[in-house]
């Protein structure tokens, strides 16, 4: 027994080195990061909905939850990824943000799902692992490759039952006019009848195109979510607005009756079908040392926006924008106009990085003091997700604020806009600048006469012996060249 117990646990090892080895992208799915769920209470119908689609496998097998920016697409995806956990129906999720150089590659998507269907099913799991140890260069092949092999084939074997989401499809980098991914999706799915693909996307033309390829249209459920009755969403998004301001209340205390009904009733208004309008109006009202009641006036003084971002279908003059330069208004309006491109070019390197950066890597590669750079990002906190770590990544909250800050058309204030040609340039510049002046010969101090496959702890010399800034710049300054001739290049186009 004990000679058989030796072997399991040798196989057990062997089986998850290759996992672990494997090439596939950490913190794509639905457990990691500060993700979070719907309120209870709150999306009800449509949440109803999608589990009854999950568990009828009479059902088509494709769902496309559809919806604009802000409306609770990720939100909702999250949701359904932990019931569907809790119900032992999830075998995979993967969620695309093009914060993150491998989570908006297309070509890391099946992969990351495989590993994922590898390490909950141990019927799966017996047929990827020698796949993978006979091709090792498997997670580099085409997507078509790529699903056949790693996907369709294992779970065509295994014959299990079980829920694959994939989150934001828009913000994958896709070159081709339809889906590249949907497109592959499309020629295998009715393979495997046992497997349902929850999927949400901004309805961008590609994401259209790709959903409406024959293979696809016909096994595929769509929901248009902003295109609830704006009863019910404005329902929620109360609902909402009151959990957070009861939260706030109970923290701060002497608040009351606050808000006031006619106050509840004008950030609903306002909100317009958005979600991400409300969560954004916590945030602010919420801020660190500030009165949320006086916060709460300053917001709901501003004049509603007459910019772009609001003509959506849910209401034309939405004020996402208003909220957005309010916000940045509040926290930037006083300052000495000298000190306004210091402002820019640290929005400049939260929105265009090529990975989430941190305070103190931002303020390396733009030669700022840590303090400035720290203070700024304080400042916009509502806009932003930070950690108390100044060592810690800080990203936008929502894909939306990127989007605005970019677009003249909707950052109508020259203080903040950020165009992405000239500080694509500036963060090419601080990354050559950076290794001109620090780069070394072996600043790892590797032994002489070695590849870089015979040093066990390269990864570890590496953290050590480079800095964050440094890392980056080595990893992204051509990515910024790139980024910077093609925006450049498609507006003389």
Same mark, same amino acid.
Request: aromatic letters at 8%.
């Given at each position: ?72 697409? %990720? ?5 359904? =990824? ?10 995979? +999720? ?19 799902? =495989? ?19 006979? $091709? ?42 339809? +889906?590249?991914?949907? %497109? ?24 259209? @195109? ?32 009151? #959990? ?125 003091? =840590?303090?400035?750079? +720290? ?6 906190? +509502? ?14 909250? #929502? ?23 000239? #500080? #694509? ?23 002489? =006469? ?6 066990? $702890? ?9 800095? %964050? ?22 507006? @003389?186009?």
């Amino acid at each position: 027994m004990a000679v058989y117990e030796q072997a399991c646990e040798l196989i057990d090892r062997a089986e998850a080195s290759v996992l672990n080895n494997f090439r596939y992208a950490q913190g794509a799915e639905y457990r990691h990061g500060d993700r979070t769920g719907c309120l209870k209470g709150t999306r009800t119908a449509v949440l109803d909905e999608i589990e009854l689609w999950a568990r009828d496998f009479d059902e088509p097998p494709v769902y496309w939850l559809n919806g604009l920016a802000g409306t609770g697409k %990720s939100t909702i995806a999250q949701t359904i =990824a932990e019931r569907t956990f809790a119900d032992g129906q999830l075998g995979a +999720s993967f969620f695309c943000s093009r914060d993150f150089e491998d989570r908006k590659d297309l070509h890391f998507i099946f992969p990351t799902l =495989a590993v994922q269907l590898a390490r909950k099913y141990t019927e799966f799991r017996s047929i990827f692992v020698p796949l993978v140890q006979s $091709d090792p260069a498997i997670a580099h092949e085409s997507l078509y490759s790529q699903m056949r092999k790693l996907i369709i084939g294992p779970l065509q074997k295994s014959a299990i039952s079980t829920v694959i989401v994939i989150d934001a499809l828009d913000e994958s980098k896709d070159e081709e006019p339809a +889906s590249a991914i949907l %497109s592959v999706l499309g020629r295998f799915v009715s393979e495997i009848p046992k497997v349902k693909f929850f999927l949400t996307g901004r309805p961008e033309p590609r994401v259209r @195109r790709g959903f409406g390829l024959p293979l696809l249209a016909e096994a595929t459920d769509v929901f248009v979510l902003h295109e609830v009755e704006p009863t019910r969403v404005g329902n929620d998004i109360r609902l909402f607005l009151r #959990h957070s301001f009861l939260e706030i209340s109970d923290r701060r205390g002497g608040l009351d009756g606050w808000p006031t009904k006619e106050q509840l009733n004008l950030l609903c208004e306002r909100a317009a079908g958005l979600f991400v309008y409300a969560v954004a109006t916590v945030k602010f009202i919420d801020r660190k040392n500030n009165d949320p009641k006086q916060q709460l006036d300053r917001l709901l003084q501003s004049p509603e926006s007459s910019a772009r971002e609001g003509r959506t279908k849910l209401k034309p003059n939405t004020t996402l924008d208003s909220l957005y330069m309010t916000i940045l208004q509040e926290a930037f309006g006083d300052d000495d106009p000298e000190d306004d491109h210091k402002t820019r070019s640290v929005f400049g390197v939260v929105v265009l990085a090529a990975n989430p950066l941190s305070p103190s890597t931002i303020a390396t590669l733009l030669g700022f003091s =840590a303090k400035d750079v +720290s203070l700024r990002l304080s400042s916009a906190h +509502s806009l932003l997700i930070l950690q108390e770590n100044a060592n810690s990544p800080v990203r936008p909250f #929502h894909k939306s604020f990127p989007d605005f800050i970019v677009d003249p058309a909707r950052c109508i204030d020259q203080k903040f806009h950020v165009p992405p040609p000239d #500080h #694509h340039m500036k963060l090419l510049t601080g990354c050559l600048d950076l290794m001109d002046r620090t780069l070394e010969k072996n600043m790892c101090k590797l032994p002489d =006469a070695v590849t870089n496959s015979e040093v066990p $702890d390269l990864r570890d010399r590496a953290e050590r012996y480079i800095n %964050s800034a440094l890392q980056y710049a080595c990893k992204s300054w051509h990515k910024h060249l790139v980024d910077e001739h093609t925006v450049r290049t498609c507006k @003389r186009g």
